[in-house]
């Protein structure tokens, strides 16, 4: 499927690596105008610097997402800078502390909550008025694989994406009228820094155990490529989903959440 984006200004959140990266880079190569946006406004440049050198046209600005204005100023830069705002990709986030419920550290709770699931609450208030006064276009929150099922030592995580899947679904029927379309992707275990960052050894070997490349778990017919055996997915799995879920124009169906069986993880 090709779908022609030129024209289009989409803000990416969580740019400047990982999925993000590669949601922005994908988005830019099919003609938007991306506007990257991360608290690490040096790898967002870095980024951005790479679509303009593939002939894309893409900038940054640093965006704290768990922070109202910020995200306010965020959607009126993409406004200034390039006329409008027609796609939005609410996918900035972190992982947290991995403890018990019992034991979890009250300010890795709030930070988890503002950052994973605030941040899009502030995204969709700011955005969705952008998007209707440019003519329509699509939203796209990431979610996860957690946002469905449970995951041990990470309650504030799978509370967060659990709480955005519920918000997507509750604006994505407000705003299908007005030529808003809102779906929440939920990739599984991709490698990124968020992965590597945040998970022990313990728990990063029980993940790679689930993969084939592990050894300990059985082969799936669903797996069709030798890529897809050999990791967590890699960032590009995740875009290209969100590239699709942007570029669909099912307004019968205005919410999904679109699981990305990414790995044998058994989910
Ligand atoms: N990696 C995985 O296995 C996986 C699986 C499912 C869902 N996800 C989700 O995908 C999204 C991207 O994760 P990733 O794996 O690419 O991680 P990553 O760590 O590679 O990238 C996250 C980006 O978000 C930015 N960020 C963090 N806090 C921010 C804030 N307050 N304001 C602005 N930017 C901020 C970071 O600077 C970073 O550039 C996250 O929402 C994550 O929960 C990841």
């Known amino acids: 499927m090709t779908y022609d984006f030129k024209d289009k200004v989409a803000i990416v959140t969580g740019a400047a690596s990982g999925i993000g990266a590669a949601v922005a880079r994908a988005l830019a190569a099919d003609g938007a105008k991306v506007l990257l946006a991360d608290l ?3 790898g967002a440049e870095t980024v951005a610097a790479e679509i303009r050198a593939a002939g894309g046209t893409a900038s940054a600005v640093e965006t704290n997402v768990a922070d109202a204005v910020e995200v306010e100023a965020m959607v009126e830069t993409a406004k200034r800078t390039y006329g409008g705002l027609h796609l939005a990709v609410n996918n900035a986030g972190i992982g947290g502390p991995a403890a018990p419920t019992g034991e979890y550290p009250l300010d890795g709770w709030h930070k988890v909550i503002d950052t994973n699931l605030n941040s899009v609450f502030y995204g969709l208030r700011y955005q969705i008025p952008a998007i209707i006064a440019s003519g329509g276009g699509a939203i796209v929150n990431m ?7 449970a995951f041990a030592n990470s309650s504030a995580y799978v509370t967060a994406k659990h709480g955005l899947i519920g918000l997507t679904k509750t604006a994505a029927i407000e705003y299908a ?13 991709i490698d990124t820094p968020l992965l590597s960052k945040n998970l022990d050894e313990a728990t990063l070997g029980y993940i790679r155990g689930l993969h084939r490349s ?6 799936r017919k669903w797996r069709r490529s030798p890529r897809s055996s050999s990791h967590p997915a890699r960032p590009s799995s995740p875009a290209a989903t969100t590239w699709w879920t ?22």
């Open 143 to 149: 979610a996860s694989i957690l946002g469905a099922v």
């Open 246 to 267: 942007a570029a669909t124009s099912r307004s019968d169906v205005p919410s999904a959440l679109r699981a990305i069986r990414s790995a044998n993880t058994g989910y």
């Open 177 to 189: 009228k007005h030529g808003v379309r809102i779906n929440a992707i939920g990739p599984g275990f």
């Open 214 to 219: 592990g050894g300990s778990a059985p082969r």
């Open 40 to 42: 690490d406004i040096r």
